[in-house]
């Protein structure tokens, strides 16, 4: 089962010329999230090939311009290209506001369903679940309200151990039982226990995006040993002032959050337009938290 | 006196990668102006090294997405820039309702003064007048209320002839008058023609820009003879209906307002994403209109 991040955008606020502002797609087995929707994304999706008609769901952290400015554009590409399909989205309550007023103005009645789901920003919620991928929001501080979002694989029904349940004679009528976990009991009352009878499943994946935040430490046991974080890193230390200032995170803070939720990897990203060379906030971040990468445009990343 | 415009995006309401929506600067005398404001237009400034900073007046055709979506990325970046000096913005009224609503929900409040000045649609007004470059709107025929742009040098007081004024011996209280275009009357009642005191003047330019519009000879009168009319051109004739259902122009629609105002050159622009080669479009305008261009992204056009 595919489960991969695409970076199609990683800047911050200011735009750069190779540095878009925040934008990427989550591939869960060919089902495909738009996350965060920056001015440019559409340009971007063409740079890198990838079709918007593939995507389902669209999920808006925050109303800051460099989140969400890219969607009424690609909302309306979406319609002037024939979408039928409908979309989800999900964002602050205000979005839709937004977006109403953008269509009204143009005189546009969208051929596709857009079905909103506004986000609380108090307290977290499931906001998707398929039976085997739960997306659930991650409440972070920033100043505006703001929430991040945690992919997590979901339990599924156990494969059964077919060698393993002849040399048993289990009789199929406990199959169903063996693949929810159960044990199975003989005739005599002896215990099979269910990891003798099923095949061992892979963990589990995760991946959770959070940007923008200053430094939550409230955030860590929601994303604890999940496989992929992708942290902003706005600043370098030197500018921790800064950070705090405008509620955003350095790359060592970033690192820390890693570390105390001992994630498997940390990916860095919405790196300020003043970094012309991003090696400094890598630098920063490895003595805290080895296994972090900075996030590059274009590239994919695979959650495993 | 500098009155030429760089072309930061020509094509229609798909971006491609490299065909941005509508935008361009008009740089008269380094009073910069840039018309219309599609998505990703900050990214063009950066790419073709043009300082947003210098943009003291922003005209918004009309509503549709991609004469607009740029705007409020841009007017955050000069922002998050530290502007102070004060931005004049023209549209239609729900222009200022949408930034407006966009600045409360990102709880912004601009560091510099956002002057919005309404448009009308039904009838052409002055909306900029310096006393040496008029602006007018030229009212156009679209989906939803749009209007065009005349910008027009003014006359300007004759320069004297001094070599003339000693030689018929003007005294210097006349000066004035003859600067105005008056003749001078000697004593003796002999008149001098004011043409033989001063130095002929340049011929006034002027530029147009038309888009988006149906075909409109409505517009003819007002663009009689001026230098350079930028005219949408989305379609080939073959798409004639198409361009008519849709209130746009085919390349020989365009070229036939240029003719029919006798204007100086023609530049084509607005194209659909259909066209990967532009050719067909400027080989149908040719046989109707021989000074023609095709708008190219980076160009600068000098009005002259």
């Known amino acids: 089962m595919t489960f991969e991040v695409t970076i199609l955008g990683c800047g911050s606020a200011t735009p750069q010329i190779n540095r878009f502002p925040s934008a990427q797609i989550l591939n869960y087995h060919e089902r495909f999230f738009l996350i965060d929707c920056g001015e440019g994304t559409q340009i971007q999706m063409l740079r890198y090939n990838f079709k918007h008609q593939k995507i389902k769901h669209i999920l808006i952290s925050h109303l800051h311009g460099d989140h969400y400015l890219g969607l009424m554009g690609l909302i309306s590409t979406m319609n002037l290209n024939g979408r039928t399909e409908e979309l989800h989205l999900y964002g602050q309550p205000e979005l839709m506001d937004i977006i109403e ?7 546009t009645t969208l051929r596709y369903a857009l079905v909103f789901h506004p986000l609380q920003h108090f307290q977290s919620q499931i906001i998707y679940d398929d039976g085997e991928l739960e997306i659930s929001t991650v409440i972070l501080s920033h100043r505006i309200p703001c929430t991040g979002f ?7 029904l156990k494969n059964l151990d077919i060698k393993a349940l002849k040399k048993y004679k289990i009789p199929i009528s406990f199959y169903n039982d063996i693949k929810n976990g159960l044990p199975y009991v003989t005739d005599k009352g002896k215990t099979i226990e269910n990891n003798i009878l099923t095949i061992p499943q892979k963990t589990l994946r995760s991946y959770a995006y959070c940007s923008d935040t200053c430094y939550l ?86 959650i495993e």
């Open 217 to 302: 430490p409230d955030m860590v046991p929601q994303l604890k040993q999940i496989t992929l974080l992708y942290h902003e890193a706005t600043f370098d230390s030197t500018l921790i002032e800064r950070a705090k200032a405008t509620f955003h995170s350095t790359a060592a803070q970033a690192a820390s959050i890693a570390k105390q939720a001992q994630v498997k990897q940390l990916l860095l990203g919405h790196f300020s337009a003043r970094y012309k060379n991003l090696d400094l906030l890598l630098q920063e971040a490895i003595p805290v938290f080895k296994q972090v990468q900075l996030a590059e445009e274009g590239k994919t990343y695979v």
């Open 150 to 156: 945690l992919f997590r694989e979901k339990k599924r």
């Open 101 to 107: 007023m953008q269509l009204k103005v143009s005189s």
